[in-house]
T-cell receptor
Framework: EAGVTQFPSHSVIEKGQTVTLRCDPI?????LYWYRRVMGKEIKFLLHFVKESKQDESGMPNNRFLAERTGGTYSTLKVQPAELEDSGVYFCASSHWRDRDYNEQFFGPGTRLTVL | AQSVSQHNHHVILSEAASLELGCNYSYGGTVNLFWYVQYPGQHLQLLLK??????LVKGIKGFEAEFIKSKFSFNLRKPSVQWSDTAEYFC????????????FGTGTRLKVLA
């Protein structure tokens, strides 16, 4: 079974530019999550999809961040325009609905975003 | 607000030494508890998890953790570390029903000297 994949693995952009991160969850996983780790800090929750619906977006920092999950499969996270403080590692995770009582999440390798 | 504290940010041990990494959380209700590990260049992997039942849980690679409800703690232990255990370790809490998000600690970087 293929794991969670993320693209790109690294992205370096200038402040003010736009970047789109992609996450492909494990096949069949309805739940998809985005997290972010700013250097030296904890991994923080951004949002949670159930299929194509946003279940919880309480962690999204501001309206420069837009997440979508069209068709309930892969998800994209767009940052527009990017600011310096957006630099960090963006993790995606997925979990299966059958595991909802304990919610074991499977993580992707992360996308390291650097905003110059 | 819910939070998770990992007291040790950097730990250096020699091979065969015993390991204990502390994790405390602030939430009074039912919780699901996890330890994840990130080896250099790899993605986060689940070491072990606690949902209910026996508070002493065993995970992969000889790791175990003990849930002590009265102390809001979920410390990770390994009796004898190996060089290959060099990694970053994360404690995570999911605050039970109604929410699926994880709250992570800041992580502990473990370096094991050969």
């Amino acid at each position: 079974e293929a794991g969670v994949t993320q693209f790109p693995s690294h992205s370096v952009i200038e402040k003010g530019q736009t970047v789109t991160l992609r996450c492909d969850p494990i096949s069949g996983h309805d739940n998809l999550y985005w997290y972010r780790r700013v250097m030296g800090k904890e991994i923080k929750f951004l949002l949670h999809f159930v299929k194509e619906s946003k279940q919880d977006e309480s962690g999204m920092p501001n309206n420069r961040f837009l997440a979508e999950r069209t068709g309930g499969t892969y998800s994209t996270l767009k940052v527009q325009p990017a600011e310096l403080e957006d630099s960090g590692v963006y993790f995606c995770a997925s979990s299966h609905w059958r595991d909802r009582d304990y919610n074991e999440q499977f993580f992707g390798p992360g996308t390291r975003l650097t905003v110059l | 607000a819910q939070s998770v504290s990992q007291h040790n940010h950097h730990v250096i041990l020699s091979e065969a030494a015993s390991l204990e990494l502390g994790c405390n959380y602030s939430y009074g209700g039912t919780v699901n508890l996890f330890w994840y590990v990130q080896y250099p260049g790899q993605h986060l992997q689940l070491l072990l998890k606690y949902f209910s039942g026996d508070p002493l849980v065993k995970g992969i690679k000889g790791f175990e953790a003990e849930f002590i409800k009265s102390k809001f703690s979920f410390n990770l232990r390994k009796p004898s570390v190996q060089w290959s255990d060099t990694a970053e370790y994360f404690c995570a809490v999911n605050a039970g029903s109604g929410t699926y998000k994880y709250i992570f600690g800041t992580g502990t970087r473990l370096k094991v000297l050969a």
